[in-house]
Protein backbone atom coordinates (compact mmCIF):
# COMPACT_ATOMS: atom_id res chain seq x y z
CA UNK A 1 0.00 0.00 0.00
CA UNK A 2 1.18 3.51 -0.89
CA UNK A 3 1.45 5.85 1.96
CA UNK A 4 -1.23 8.07 2.35
CA UNK A 5 -3.79 9.56 5.14
CA UNK A 6 -6.51 6.78 6.82
CA UNK A 7 -9.42 8.71 7.45
CA UNK A 8 -10.44 8.19 11.39
CA UNK A 9 -13.91 6.42 10.50
CA UNK A 10 -12.32 3.84 8.31
CA UNK A 11 -9.07 3.21 10.85
CA UNK A 12 -11.50 3.12 13.57
CA UNK A 13 -13.13 -0.05 11.48
CA UNK A 14 -10.22 -1.28 11.05
CA UNK A 15 -8.93 -1.59 14.56
CA UNK A 16 -12.46 -2.94 15.14
CA UNK A 17 -11.32 -5.74 12.17
CA UNK A 18 -8.25 -6.10 13.61
CA UNK A 19 -9.69 -7.15 17.10
CA UNK A 20 -12.70 -9.42 16.01
CA UNK A 21 -11.75 -10.14 12.64
CA UNK A 22 -15.17 -10.20 11.31
CA UNK A 23 -17.94 -7.36 11.77
CA UNK A 24 -21.45 -6.50 10.43
CA UNK A 25 -21.24 -3.93 7.67
CA UNK A 26 -22.19 -0.84 10.01
CA UNK A 27 -25.69 0.80 9.39
CA UNK A 28 -25.66 3.20 5.81
CA UNK A 29 -24.68 6.61 5.71
CA UNK A 30 -22.34 8.82 4.38
CA UNK A 31 -19.33 8.17 6.63
CA UNK A 32 -20.16 4.25 7.08
CA UNK A 33 -20.76 4.09 3.04
CA UNK A 34 -16.92 6.26 2.90
CA UNK A 35 -15.12 4.12 5.33
CA UNK A 36 -16.43 0.91 4.19
CA UNK A 37 -15.60 2.05 0.44
CA UNK A 38 -12.04 3.24 1.37
CA UNK A 39 -11.30 -0.21 3.15
CA UNK A 40 -12.69 -1.97 0.11
CA UNK A 41 -11.04 -0.07 -2.54
CA UNK A 42 -7.63 -0.18 -0.90
CA UNK A 43 -7.70 -3.81 -0.13
CA UNK A 44 -7.79 -3.38 3.35
CA UNK A 45 -10.68 -5.15 4.12
CA UNK A 46 -13.32 -7.69 1.96
CA UNK A 47 -16.77 -8.05 2.18
CA UNK A 48 -17.57 -11.83 2.89
CA UNK A 49 -20.03 -14.06 0.56
CA UNK A 50 -23.17 -12.97 2.24
CA UNK A 51 -22.00 -9.28 1.56
CA UNK A 52 -23.75 -9.07 5.37
CA UNK A 53 -19.90 -8.65 7.13
CA UNK A 54 -16.19 -7.56 6.31
CA UNK A 55 -12.98 -9.32 7.54
CA UNK A 56 -10.14 -7.95 7.25
CA UNK A 57 -7.39 -8.77 4.59
CA UNK A 58 -3.44 -9.17 5.49
CA UNK A 59 -2.25 -6.06 4.87
CA UNK A 60 -5.15 -4.68 6.53
CA UNK A 61 -4.78 -6.51 9.72
CA UNK A 62 -0.64 -5.25 9.35
CA UNK A 63 -2.25 -1.37 9.07
CA UNK A 64 -4.82 -1.71 11.56
CA UNK A 65 -2.31 -3.86 14.52
CA UNK A 66 -1.14 -1.98 17.43
CA UNK A 67 1.52 -2.75 19.48
CA UNK A 68 0.31 -2.92 23.24
CA UNK A 69 3.80 -3.04 24.85
CA UNK A 70 6.47 -1.07 23.78
CA UNK A 71 9.08 -2.59 22.96
CA UNK A 72 12.22 -3.34 25.74
Same mark, same amino acid.
Do not use: C, W
Given at each position: ?????????????? =?E @? +?V %???????N??? &???? #? /? $???L? =?? @? +?? %???D??H???? &???? #? /? $?R???A???
Amino acid at each position: MRPEHVPVDAYRLL =RE @L +AV %KKKIRIPNRSL &DNDA #A /V $GFLLT =RS @L +AK %KTEDEQHLEPT &DEGL #A /V $GRIVHAPPR
